[in-house]
């Protein structure tokens, strides 16, 4: 029997745990759900519960309890609301638990299961990426196994078979959809077409983030934390295909790579069953019929995020702190329709150099404490709102 908590069941990531989870237990596992959390969709919330049969489920938006118990009525799952009811979810006797909800806000769920010593299978990148050595010091002091389920990094995980032989490591990026586009054609993109991926289907957030490249230089961050190695040493490389997920390559010249259709349950499913593997009906690489694969170098000077993220891992990780938390901010900015998209990357800049001129050394060094992350992630926020205010002013 494994027992199993979802974080964010109700985007991309979620719905294909749920997706595997069902396979599974159609192939006999004994599989038990402890917890479920949604941002605020109640309807995929409702069907999540029915499929699954989990013991607690809970809204982000405290003021949405009522709302939820209803929606939840006859399902005989007990309804949680507000940040307290996501953190008792993480806590929650589960031993695998899907880290899955967007942004900042999947930080302290998240540590609740790291503190209990749970295996966790990060989905969210901003637990590294905020709190990168905090996190992974809490990890390894209470016994808690990372699994990687970003593509790239699950892809390193699977053949990083000796670290210290490790010359590089080289994420692939499917460069969004504005990868050939124009800058006037960029500059005047709207937010569904960011949200237009060609490869993966995911989240508005995450999309936009994507399309920028943002994406690719918070899995930056995030493998310089989750594996070790410094910003030198972990490269970009632009692959449309999006088959091949990284490469490891190593001092005696060899490459490794781990290849896959783009589809996130293959890395689910390996999380969920590792250290063995299962068997799911996810579509199967033909590299005949797929002829040839293309590769790129990323273009820095089209899409700056890359070049600001390295930036930011460089500084300090409460400047990794701050990027995220300018970036959540900007990029609702944009969906919302308040400013353009190249405003995005700008009000991330700005905001790093805002919170350096109050106090040069702020950001600069790594966190001591998760109030301190918090205050510069609310620091963040609040200089990017500003800026993106007088944006959308002018």
């Not at 399309?211 to 310089?224: F, P, Q, V, W």
């Not at 690489?285 to 890359?306: N, V, W």
């Not at 930036?311 to 609702?332: I, P, Q």
């Amino acid at each position: 029997m494994r027992t199993v908590s979802i974080l964010g069941v109700t985007g991309s990531v979620g719905q294909s745990t749920v997706q595997v989870i069902e396979e599974l237990r159609g192939q006999g596992a004994e599989i038990a759900v402890e917890a479920v959390t949604a941002g605020g969709n109640l309807s995929v919330l409702a069907d999540a519960c029915r499929r699954l049969q989990p013991k607690f489920a809970v809204v982000a938006d405290a003021a949405q309890l009522g709302a939820a118990r209803e929606a939840l009525a006859g399902l005989n799952v007990e309804v949680g609301a507000g940040p307290s009811a996501l953190e008792e979810a993480g806590a929650r006797p589960s031993d695998w638990v899907m880290s899955a909800i967007v942004g900042a806000a999947g930080l302290h769920p998240t540590m609740a299961a790291v503190r209990r010593g749970a295996t966790v299978a990060l989905a969210n990148k901003e637990c590294l990426v905020c709190a990168g050595p905090l996190f992974i010091e809490a990890a390894a002091k209470h016994g808690a196994q990372l699994l990687p389920v970003d593509s790239e990094h699950n892809a390193i995980f699977q053949v990083l078979t000796h670290p210290a032989r490790v010359e590089k490591l080289t994420l692939t990026a499917s460069g969004g959809p504005f990868r050939t586009s124009s800058h006037e054609t960029i500059a005047a993109a709207t937010p569904d077409e960011a949200c237009a991926h060609p490869r993966w289907r995911m989240g508005r957030k995450i999309s936009v983030d994507s399309a920028t490249l943002m994406n690719k230089g918070l899995e930056l961050i995030e493998a310089s934390y989750l594996f070790g190695f410094p910003s030198e040493m972990i490269d970009v490389i632009v692959h449309p295909e999006s088959v091949v997920h990284s490469f490891v390559h190593y001092v005696d010249g060899s490459v490794l790579a781990q290849l896959g259709s783009p589809d996130m349950r293959i890395p689910i499913a390996f999380a969920l069953t590792w250290p063995d593997r299962a068997q799911v009906s996810t579509p199967r690489l033909d590299l005949a019929t797929l002829g040839s694969l293309t590769f790129e170098a990323p273009d820095t000077a089209k899409f700056p995020a890359l070049k600001v993220c390295r930036e930011a891992l460089k500084r300090g990780a409460l400047a990794t702190t701050a990027l995220s938390a300018a970036n959540e901010v900007a990029v609702e900015a944009f969906l919302d329709g308040r400013i353009r998209f190249l405003d995005i990357c700008r009000i991330v800049e700005d905001s790093l150099s805002a919170l350096e001129g109050n106090g040069a050394a702020s950001i600069a060094k790594s966190p001591t404490s998760f109030d301190e992350v918090a205050a510069v992630d609310q620091a963040a926020r609040d200089a990017a709102r500003r800026i993106a205010g007088s944006l959308a002013a002018a």
